[in-house]
Each structure stands twice: as structure tokens, then as C-alpha cells.
């Protein structure tokens, strides 16, 4: 998106009125965006191995860890998670 203050703030305001309850959890790897928006400390996330992001997709995809029972998917699944690297 953008590093402009402004524009965070403009879509941050609204979610301000919600119930004390209410959490939003904010994305980045920009770490400006990151401290304009947060209240607490920004995570710092390492990146997965190409392995784990192949089995967390197969989790998600698939309802098992690998490809084992769907071998003619995998070349998908490959194609996919090299992209979202």
C-alpha cells in the first residue's frame, strides 16, 4: 500500500469504535506501517522453508500435511506455494 500517515490513520478510525474486545491483527513487512499502526510491538516473522509452505498448504488444501494421497495434485501445489514465496 503506502507509508503515508494519513492514509493508515484514515482506515485505522473506524475500527477504533469497536468493543474493547474486538482485536484486528495488521500484515506488513514494512516496519513503519507496522509502528504506525500497532499498540504493541510489531512480530517479526521468519520466513518458512519451502517445505513447511508446501505441507501448511497441503494442510490447508488438502486436510493432511502432504500429498501422499493425492500425488496428481502435488505438481499444483508446487506451482502454487513457489509463488506465494
Not at 499502526?37 to 520466513?47: C, F, H, Q, R
Request: with cysteine.
Amino acid at each position: 500500500w503506502n507509508e503515508n500517515y494519513n492514509d493508515w490513520m484514515a482506515l485505522r478510525s473506524p475500527f477504533e469504535a469497536g468493543s474493547p474486545e474486538s482485536k484486528i491483527i495488521v500484515t506488513t513487512r514494512n516496519q513503519q506501517v507496522a509502528s504506525m499502526m500497532g499498540t504493541v510491538s510489531a512480530y517479526d516473522l521468519k520466513e518458512m522453508s519451502y517445505d513447511h509452505c508446501l505441507s501448511l498448504f497441503a494442510q490447508h488444501a488438502l486436510g493432511s500435511t502432504n500429498f501422499d494421497n493425492h500425488p496428481n495434485l502435488k505438481v499444483v501445489g508446487e506451482a502454487i506455494v513457489k509463488r506465494c514465496k
